[in-house]
């Protein structure tokens, strides 16, 4: 285990801060001798993947636990669909590739998210219109405290909009070990969010594959995301703010142009981005961090900004953002 350690090559924002303890674990056995060792030093523990979700704004004072479990392995299989366990130490997009090239459907708009499989259900995934939770099977998750494991069926999980019980009411109790997923052998594909349809006639492909689609996500990720590997950041800052309809309604009668999706009879989500852009925060920046020109959900440290900064920052963009239009932003990023 090391002590007072960096964690500066451990989270895509690049914050350099450090952890108190630091380890690894790739077996299960390993885990449950570091939690028992954290007990006896008192110490709070804290699980990391690929800390692309996480925000470090001070030391972390606790033993954090890097996930290395690793594994794939098939449970089930019918002649419509295959039950895969993914161990969560796995990296989330490699294991998109390896569902595509096994001709397994379902994750293929989930393609190039970073992370990790473990962290997936935390805040249930999505983007390009399809969701964690579509494909979610079960998972298994080792409670900190008894040191049990236990199974968590699909209907315990409380997905929501980027949201589940292991990011409310069971934050920080359990560490998720596997996940299974249901993905199919006869593909429904989902083309009609954003403009996966317009690149696949762009290329004059009429009958896309699960590879095409997972290409034109790539494609276009690639085109409007800043890579974490050249300028820190960890993605969507920010959930998008979901209204209700008059809110929605007074809005819409200032600005006409305000995009905006309607949820059902009573909500309208409004993309955050736009409220954030209204707000003059498109590719602000000061010192290392800012606001991404081309995303202005994205915060961003360009160099050796600390966390503390950008967090500073999302508390402005979010008084902003609730004087001009009365929408009170949530972060979607763990503060750490
Ligand atoms: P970490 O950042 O390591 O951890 C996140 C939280 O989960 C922490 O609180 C941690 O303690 C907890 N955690 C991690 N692993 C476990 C475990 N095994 N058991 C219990 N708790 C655990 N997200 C989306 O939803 N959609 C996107 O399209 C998307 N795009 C992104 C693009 C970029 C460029 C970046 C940088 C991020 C993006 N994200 C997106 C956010 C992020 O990739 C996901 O939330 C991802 O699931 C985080 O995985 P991680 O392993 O890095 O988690
Ligand atoms: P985009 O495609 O430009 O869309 C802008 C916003 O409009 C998004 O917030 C999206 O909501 C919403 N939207 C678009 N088409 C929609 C539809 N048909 N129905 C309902 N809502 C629709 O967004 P982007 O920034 O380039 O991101 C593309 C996708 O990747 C989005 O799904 C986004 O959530 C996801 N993404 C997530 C993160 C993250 O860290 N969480 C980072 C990057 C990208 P949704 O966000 O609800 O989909």
Redesign the pocket.
Known sequence: MLENTSLLNF??FHIDEEAQFFSKFSTKEELIDLITLAKEKSLPI?????????LLTRKVEAIVLK?ELKGIELVEENDDEVKIKFC??EN?HDCVLWSIKNNYGGIEN?A?????I???P??????YGVELKDVFFELE?LEIDSLKIKKFKHDECDFEY?SSV?KTTMK?K????NVVLRLTKHHSLHLNYGNINDILIEKNISSPTIQDVANAVIEI?KSK????DEIG????FFKNAVVSKIVFNKIYDEYKNVPHFILNDNEVKIPTAWLVEQCGWKGFREKDFGVHAKQAL?LVNYNKSSGNDIFLLSAKIIESVKTKFSIELER?V?I?
Request: net charge positive; aromatic share 8%.
């Open positions: 989270n895509t804290k699980v990391l993947g690929g800390g692309s979700n996480i996930n969560a130490g989330w989930l190039l998210i970073p992370g990790t473990g962290a997936a935390i805040q249930n995934i999505g983007a998750a980027r292991f920080d359990f560490i998720i070990l990720r995301l800043p890579n974490p950041n960890a993605g969507s994205v979607e763990n750490w």
